[in-house]
Every structure is written in C-alpha cells, then in structure tokens.
C-alpha cells in the first residue's frame, strides 16, 4: 500500500479505535497532508511508499517547515511545527504496530518549542469576577442569576465552554454535587459543583417556570412551541460575551475567557496542593504533558515558600 492509503487507513483508527476528536482527526489529516505531498515533490513521484520515509526525508522536511510562509508574512510558529512531526510520528508508530517497514517513530525528535503560555486570574480576581452579576443585576433576575450559574460552574467544575452550554438539567445532580460530563474524544468524567455553585443552580431553576432540557437558556428573540427548548439552549458565544462584559465591569485588564477561568481552577488546585494526576483527571485531559504546562506556576510558589522559610540566614 501506499502512503496515501495508509495515511486514510491511519485516520480511520484514529477515529474508530482510538476515539479521537473530530478536530484532532481534521489536524491529523492536515498534517500529514502537508508531509506527503513534500515528499511527492522531493521524490519526485506521484506514489510514496513507507519505505521512502527515513531520517533524510524527514530532515529536509523540517527544513521546509521552519521556511513556511504561515500566510501573515511570517514563518509558522515552532509549536506549530512540533504539531506535524507530532502527527508524523503518530502514524509512524501506526506503521509499526502494522509491521510495515518505515522509519521508526522513536528516531523522530520533536524541535525545541518555548513552553505554552496561558492567562489565568489571582483569587481576588475570580472572586471579584464571580460577584459581578449581583453587583450589577440585570433587570431580568433570571439572566443574573443564570451569569451566576456560568460564572460560578466554570470555577467549580473546570468544563470547558462546550461541555457547559451542553449540560442539560437532568445531568445535574444538585443532591450529589457531582456529575457526568462527556468531553473531546467522546472521554467520560466525573465533575464536581462548590457549595456555592450549588446555589446559583439551585436559585436559577427554582425561578425558571419553563420545562426546557437545557441548563442554560437565553432570553431573548421569539418563543416557539418547542417541548424540549434546544433552540433556547445559551451559545458558547454568548457566554464568552457575557464574561467579557463581567470581567470589565469587575475592572480586570485581562483578556478573560471561559478557557481563562478554566486554566484559574487548575492552577488554583495545584497552588492549593492538589497533585497533577488529580488534575488532570478533573480537566479530562488524555495526556498529563497537556496538564503539565500548569507546573511552572506551581514551581513559582515553591520558589516564594523556599524564600520565605528558608532563606532567613543572616
């Protein structure tokens, strides 16, 4: 077979055997492109075997990359060049499992790339954002306390924004204080809600008269006869509106996200003594090296206790 096949074969596993996202799926398929057709034109041939991959190939194709136009007038970022040789060796190893000769994924190092920065808010920060909506009640009670619910979900929990707009009501076990939630690559876990998210969810349904499935609803354009609500259901959009508008209000100059509040509930964990597994179980992260960027703020308050308590000698 060639590496066409092999390539649309490989995808299929990721999808199938390996339960993959669609997005994952989609960069794969990108990446992987890109090295075959480079390797058509540096071999000078339509078909490409797995025979033809070997460490000069690969050389020559890190070489382009570092040389590729991103479009903007600028070379693509080295994270961005370690997501191809990270695609490539993926199906490499699919290669090997397959017992079809190639280069061996192992001999394939990834570049050195700065390590990935993230935004997230001090506790006074997350406290100052989460009082917010009470501070400047909209003239609906529902939408103050529904912001209630988003603000005070996302630090409790650590859902992405995705995985919150799509919580229905009857997945919330208020009694518990725990849930199911399904993330990227269809992976099952266990979330858990604060006393006072607990609340705010609490408050919001009690007040709502409607039926509708989904935990989060907007108020606003027509009201169609629709039993379940799905056309109700809040946007991830809008809830990224909201919190921009929140953050303002609360004065912090920060580019606040939902994905912001999320980085805040690991860093807090960590800060507060929570070991990274645990972590990354709490995040549904599939890799711990994805949990592990959180690690340096850790380090940091390592460094300021070290300070404090051992660097006293006179």
């Known amino acids: 077979m060639n590496l066409e096949e092999l390539i649309d074969e490989?995808?299929?596993?990721?999808?199938?055997?390996?339960?993959?996202?669609?997005?994952?799926?989609?960069?794969?398929?990108?990446?992987?492109?890109?090295?075959?057709?480079?390797?058509?034109?540096?071999?000078?041939?339509d078909s490409i075997k797995p025979s033809d991959v070997n460490l000069e190939l690969v050389r020559k194709y890190r070489l382009y990359l570092n040389r590729l136009d991103s479009g903007h007038g600028e070379?693509?970022?080295?994270?961005?060049?370690?997501?191809?040789?990270?695609?490539?060796?993926?199906?490499?190893?699919?290669?090997?499992?397959?017992?079809?000769?190639?280069?061996?994924?192992?001999?394939?190092?990834?570049?050195?790339?700065?390590?990935?920065?993230?935004?997230f808010l001090e506790i006074t920060e997350v406290e100052n954002l989460l009082r917010a909506p009470e501070k400047m009640p909209n003239p609906n009670q529902l939408i103050t306390l529904r912001d209630k619910v988003i603000l005070e979900t996302l630090f409790s929990t650590g859902l992405r924004v995705s995985e919150l707009v799509n919580l229905d009501r009857k997945q919330v076990n208020l009694a518990r204080g725990e849930f199911m939630v399904r993330g990227k690559g269809d992976k099952e876990r266990i979330v858990f809600l604060s006393d006072t998210s607990k609340k705010a969810i609490s408050d919001y349904l009690k007040l709502r008269k409607d039926t509708y499935d989904p935990l989060l609803v907007h108020y606003g354009g027509?009201?169609?006869?629709?039993?379940?609500?799905?056309?109700?259901?809040?946007?991830?959009?809008?809830?990224?509106?909201?919190?921009?508008?929140?953050?303002?209000?609360?004065?912090?100059?920060k580019n606040v996200t939902p994905h912001v509040i999320r980085h805040s509930f690991a860093t807090d964990l960590l800060i507060n003594g929570a070991d990274i597994r645990s972590v990354q179980e709490m995040l549904g992260h599939s890799s711990i090296t994805t949990t592990q960027i959180y690690t340096h703020v850790t380090n940091r308050q390592l460094r300021e206790v070290h300070k404090a308590f051992h660097g006293t000698r006179k």
């Open 10 to 45: 490989f995808l299929e596993y990721c999808e199938i055997e390996r339960g993959h996202s669609e997005l994952t799926i989609r960069n794969y398929e990108h990446y992987l492109g890109r090295f075959l057709e480079f390797a058509r034109k540096e071999k000078r041939k």
């Open 222 to 253: 027509a009201n169609d006869d629709y039993e379940d609500g799905e056309y109700m259901r809040l946007t991830t959009r809008s809830v990224q509106r909201m919190i921009k508008k929140y953050a303002k209000q609360a004065g912090i100059t």
């Open 75 to 119: 070379t693509i970022k080295k994270i961005t060049q370690n997501y191809h040789i990270i695609a490539l060796r993926a199906f490499l190893k699919y290669l090997a499992k397959k017992d079809i000769p190639t280069l061996a994924a192992e001999k394939v190092e990834l570049g050195d790339a700065s390590r990935k920065s993230f935004t």
